[in-house]
């Protein structure tokens, strides 16, 4: 019987499409994260950083979400197979 979270070699999960697709969510994710300040600063054209700016709050959530979406498509077992005992 297989498990949806059964173990499999690190290298045949790494090569799954999945994974791979999880990890290009992910990886946009974070850029979006990392570069959100320099995006506001360049956008609003000044040199200080308010952290309660609308804009800045929006891009670090939408980051965020698109890490979180990332990590959800990477465990999602899309080759699953149900069992019935």
Request: some cysteine; aromatic content about 8%; charged content about 15%.
């Amino acid at each position: 019987m297989g498990l949806i979270l059964s173990f499999v070699h690190p290298l045949e999960f790494l090569l799954r499409y999945t994974v791979i697709a999880g990890v290009i969510v992910a990886a946009i994710g974070v850029a979006i994260c990392m570069s959100a300040k320099r995006i506001v600063l360049a956008k609003r054209k000044t040199t200080v950083l308010d952290r309660k700016d609308r804009l800045y709050t929006t891009l670090i959530l939408l980051g965020l979400g698109f890490l979180l979406i990332g990590m959800i498509i990477m465990v999602l077992p899309i080759e699953a197979t149900f069992y019935v005992v």
